[in-house]
């Protein structure tokens, strides 16, 4: 879907469709005032009648209002104007895009940004509704093309702006292909999205960008690196691993690279320790840490940042066959410390340790990984915010604003040392799981193990990467915070 910019009056444009917002009991935003005159004053009377629905989320379609252009007004419903903020403003693009992909209109005019509320610059307002449309029209369609009786979604999206929104557009569109590409890794099946599969998406990636470089490590590499905690997760599948280096080079050389680090468990079973049936099918989504990383490097790449970036991803399935690994089994990460495995299905945080180690390589000014990595995580934050834990308080702020910013939230967890005895292990330098009590704070001690020197942040997506049940499919979280941080951290100004 194209995003555009056309510098003309809503009123006289020829659309199939203008889309403008509205707020319960609040003055009527330029736009709305405009076609409430040429209309002789049919929007404020439908807004009286109720016909005109104001509640967040909700939209009304009307057709064929006289004096005006375009073929039809969606009016998107944004609550009471007092309750406005960003995550509001938010919701009520998505749920406008939603209705466009389901409605038969392929082209539209959105003039959602003149809605003014708390805060908020039009540039930021026009970019978010840019970003909110273009996710809201997003519909799955690899293994399922359209058919006649599928919803349409749009072809394209017009803002009426000026060249003072170029930038804020160009933000969207390199957010909104972030996303995109994030959710599609995330709903594709896992056994078409498997570790080669990851690897070959890095390639186009690396094909069709400036300033980006591609490696791709094979197993063998990783036995002579001694990633043996990788390794030992893989061990029990017959897809063989992956680890995927992708690199930007947006500054000079001498600049020290963000390192992003992804999760890639492209099916996970838990192995030996294996897991219900009930719910075994949603670890095809074991993959979104990797796929919000390679989202917001794309993004980045995208939007050619001056910035130096390096993108790990750990691609690996975690299978139990007579190869596989044993709970009981001690191994050897690339650092050299020791892990018992208590537990075969807490195999996340044995593949992120030793692409943790190999990052120490790019030098990397900051690491930041990424990993659907915990149920506790869920139990603790449910489907709404990513969990962040850090050994840095300005790191930890800084994404906190970024996914503010973003509208992709993310809520901080403590990384005390006084959770670190859980791991204690009789047999190894610690172990890999650290039972019941706290269990995502006990994940992320294990990953803060091997960046004692760094300055470093975990996300655990556990609960933000995908929504089962209704609106079922990957959301793509959070390439949306990582791709504003990494737009802050190149001191652009965000919109
Ligand atoms: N991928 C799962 C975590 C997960 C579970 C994410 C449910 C989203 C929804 C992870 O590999 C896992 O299995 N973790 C275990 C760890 C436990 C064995 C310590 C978990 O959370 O149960
Ligand atoms: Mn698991
Ligand atoms: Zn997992």
């Known amino acids: 879907m194209k995003l555009k910019l ?26 709305a005032q405009d076609l409430d005159e040429a209309s002789g004053g049919e929007i404020s009377r439908m807004l009286e009648t109720g016909d005109i629905e104001t509640g967040l989320g909700k939209t009304t379609l009307i057709h064929g209002l006289k004096g005006l252009s375009a073929r039809r007004v969606l009016v998107t419903g944004l609550g009471k104007q007092e309750k406005l903020d960003r995550p509001r403003f938010d919701r009520a693009c998505l749920a406008a895009g939603k209705k466009l992909r389901n409605h038969a209109v392929r082209s539209c005019h959105i003039s959602i940004h003149d809605v003014e509320f708390c805060g908020t610059t039009p540039q930021w307002r026009l970019r978010q509704a840019a970003l909110g449309i273009h996710r809201g029209n997003y519909l799955y369609t690899i293994t399922k093309p359209l058919k006649d009786d599928s919803p349409v979604p749009l072809e394209s999206a017009i803002f009426p702006g000026d060249d003072t929104f170029r930038s804020s557009l160009a933000q ?51 036995a002579e690196l001694g990633m043996d905690a990788l390794l030992g997760v893989s061990r029990g599948s017959a897809n063989r691993s992956k680890l995927i280096v992708l690199r930007y080079s947006g500054a000079s050389e001498d600049e020290q690279p963000i390192a992003l680090v992804g999760k890639g468990i492209t099916f996970d079973s838990g192995g030996l320790s294996i897991k219900s049936g009930e719910n075994m099918m949603q670890m095809k989504y074991d993959m979104g840490g990797a796929a919000s ?19 790990i991803v750990a691609a690996v399935e975690n299978m139990p066959d007579g190869n596989a690994y044993r709970p009981g089994d001690v191994l050897t990460s690339m650092s050299g410390k020791t892990i018992e495995v208590l537990n075969t299905d807490a195999e996340g945080r044995l593949i992120l340790c030793d692409a943790l180690t190999y990052c120490e390589k790019f ?23 990513t969990g962040l834990m850090s050994n840095s308080d300005e790191l930890a702020d800084d994404l906190l ?31 890999n799981v650290g039972g019941m009590a706290g269990g995502v704070l006990t994940a992320g001690c294990f990953l803060s193990r091997f960046m004692e020197d760094r300055i470093w942040a975990h996300l655990d997506n556990a609960g933000s990467a995908w929504k089962w ?27």
Not at 173 to 194: H, T, V, W
């Open 172 to 222: 969207a569109e390199s957010f909104a292909l972030g996303f995109e590409k994030a959710r599609e890794l995330g709903d594709l099946p896992p056994n078409i999205c498997n570790p080669a599969y990851l690897a070959q998406d890095a390639v186009s990636i690396a094909s069709h960008h400036e300033n980006v470089e591609l490696e791709i490590l094979e197993e063998e590499d990783m």
């Open 401 to 431: 604003a970024a996914g503010d910013a973003i509208v992709d939230r993310a809520w901080r967890l403590p990384l005390w040392e006084d959770y670190q005895s859980q791991l204690d292990s009789p047999f190894a330098d610690m172990k």
């Open 363 to 385: 030098n990397p000014r900051v690491v930041i990984d990424v990993a659907t990595l915990t149920g506790a995580c869920v139990v603790a934050l449910g489907h709404h915010a």
């Open 293 to 311: 990383v390679m989202g917001a490097f794309l993004s980045c790449a995208k939007l050619q940042l001056p910035i130096n970036v390096v993108c």
């Open 6 to 31: 056309l510098n003309d009056s809503p009123l006289h444009i020829e659309s199939e469709c203008l889309v403008i917002g509205v707020t319960g009991e609040g003055q009527l935003s330029t736009t």
């Open 469 to 495: 049940g209704d609106d079922i499919g990957a959301t793509g979280r959070p390439a949306g915070l990582l791709a504003q941080y990494l737009l802050n951290q190149s001191g652009i100004v965000a919109s």
